[in-house]
């Protein structure tokens, strides 16, 4: 069982940054995807951004790229996402997610993920 918990969400205004973080605890695997996805009320949730450790290859949306980058800290058991550059459209809940196979991370699809956190809200006002 994998527990994440993300932090780092924030109200800012068009053209800010914000960071957002994911620790995990309870992976005993040394090769594994994580990845961050959002959810906006009334949409699916879609995929941001997704690592897969081990590998180190990352996958982002087109929506996001040469805006956010996806870092982890595996000393610390945590997982980054540096928003730059936001717009009003990546207003959502941000999830952390964390899947056992690789194609989890190549996909971005959220049903590829076995567990989640409990998402911490990003507000962007224009």
């Known amino acids: 069982q994998v527990q994440l918990v993300e932090s780092g969400g924030g109200s800012v205004q068009a053209g800010g940054s914000l960071r957002l973080s994911c620790t995990a605890s309870?992976?005993?695997?040394?090769?594994?995807?994580m990845g961050w996805f959002r959810q906006a009320p009334g949409k699916e949730r879609e995929g941001v951004a997704t690592?897969?450790?081990?590998?180190?290859?990352?996958v982002y949306a087109d929506s996001v790229k040469g805006r956010f980058t996806i870092s982890p800290d595996n000393a610390k058991n945590t997982l980054y996402l540096q928003m730059n550059s936001l717009k009003p459209e990546d207003a959502a809940m941000y999830y952390c997610?964390?899947?056992?196979?690789?194609?989890?991370?190549?996909?971005?699809?959220?049903?590829?993920?076995?567990?989640w956190g409990q998402g911490t809200q990003v507000t962007v006002s224009s």
């Open positions: 690592i897969y450790i081990g590998g180190a290859w990352t």
């Open positions: 997610g964390w899947s056992r196979r690789s194609l989890g991370c190549a996909s971005l699809k959220a049903a590829e993920f076995s567990f």
């Open positions: 309870g992976n005993t695997y040394s090769s594994y995807c």
